[in-house]
């Protein structure tokens, strides 16, 4: 096979191959997304961590190096509600480690902070008329998302189950991310908080095709032509990739974060909230095994964040992974160490051969 079986997610995005960099906040860059959107596929931006100014200095970078399109990603959550005694209970969780790397467990903390799309960013989404525009945890209210699509953006957002695909679908997407429960990261989930229930990229992403009319972006689980020769076989059009490309050197990942992700195996990750306050999937490390993985302690999304900054800080410069986030999906260890082009071309080489032996 010469081409691909599906071309609707090129044709949609104007791309030339249906592979996606998955959005990743903290480790996505600009030389990330220049490097898979020169490449063929769709290159992202994760703006959830970055304020308007920073955004807009990326997207500049990224338009001198590359006219190809790009995608800019943002969260839909609520603003949390700050409950001072659950702060309370989740920094004397944390008071033994403050004590034991030497931190004044009664120092302020920083503020962790996401910010939700509202209309300071889809002001700068006007602005900067990226080609696509995506979301996770939902979609923004009605006039938000009505200005965003009046710039010709497509609009691309993540479902878990079925159920949030139809509404993702209903509510204006113009193509949805089916994000199995494989995935690194923080999962999509916005119609129901019980991650007990979450469906692997397997039986999910059929079960959405037949559900929807838009096409389809398989994600979670997936890293080599294998897993994207499978996706397209249950229906998908496209592929969104995350944990392959934190091997890449463009990736900006900590030394001990990488080291996690060489040492990966298929059990080494779990769904955890003591990072965020948000169920994601981090590999395995001394916090999940002593405060978590689940803990009813942890302060809303993203507050939990705050109190461990210092803890991360102080261990970080030792050289432990012992207290951050090691973001990573459940086949990390089919990761390959190639510049992100590179990967992104292999990729595609590999999957077209290996359709064309099905054939």
């Known amino acids: 096979m010469k081409t691909w079986p599906d071309h609707r997610i ?5 791309i030339d191959l249906p592979i996606l960099l998955a959005p990743m906040a903290g480790p996505g860059s600009a030389a990330l997304a220049i490097a898979v959107a020169e490449a063929g596929g769709l290159g992202s931006l994760p703006c959830a961590m970055l ?8 997207v500049t970078l990224i338009r001198q190096r590359t006219k190809r399109p790009i995608n800019l990603n943002f969260f839909c959550h609520k603003p949390p509600r700050i409950d001072t005694e659950q702060e309370i209970k989740w920094r004397k969780r944390l008071e033994p480690y403050y004590l034991e790397l030497g931190i ?26 990226p080609e696509v525009v995506s979301f996770h945890f939902g979609l923004p209210n009605k006039e938000l998302l009505a200005r965003v699509k009046a710039t010709g953006a497509k609009v691309l957002s993540s479902a878990t189950t079925v159920d949030e695909a139809r509404w ?6 113009d193509a ?10 923080h999962r999509g989930l916005f119609l129901s908080t019980d991650i007990s229930t979450q469906v692997g990229t397997m039986a999910l992403v059929p ?20 897993g994207i020769a499978a996706a397209f076989a249950l229906g998908a059009a496209a592929v969104q990739i995350g944990t392959a490309y934190l091997f890449c050197p463009e990736a900006n990942v900590a030394p001990a974060h990488r080291e996690a992700l060489r040492n990966a195996r298929e059990t080494s990750t779990v769904l955890t909230n003591i990072f965020t306050g948000r169920p994601a999937r981090s590999i395995i490390n001394r916090l999940i095994r002593e405060v978590g993985p689940l803990s009813d302690v942890a302060p809303a999304f ?8 210092p803890l991360r800080a102080k261990s970080e410069a030792q050289g432990s992974g012992d207290f951050m986030a090691l973001w990573s ?13 590179e990967l992104t071309r292999l990729l595609a080489e590999e999957v077209l051969a290996k359709l064309s032996a099905y054939e």
């Open 168 to 173: 993702l679908e209903q509510n204006g997407c």
């Open 10 to 14: 090129q044709k949609l995005l104007g």
């Open 104 to 129: 004044d467990p009664k120092a302020p903390v920083p503020v962790s902070n996401r910010t939700p799309f509202d209309s300071t960013l889809c002001d700068l989404v006007v602005e900067l008329k």
């Open 176 to 185: 949805i991310i089916a994000q199995g429960v494989e995935a690194g990261g």
């Open 51 to 58: 304020n308007a100014e920073q955004i807009r200095s990326e």
């Open 207 to 226: 079960q959405v095709v037949d559900a929807v009319t838009v096409p389809v972006v398989a994600a979670g689980g997936i890293a080599d032509a294998r």
């Open 329 to 341: 999906g459940q086949a990390a260890h089919l990761g390959r160490e190639l510049p992100a082009g």
């Open 302 to 309: 993203p507050l939990a964040g705050g109190a461990l900054m």
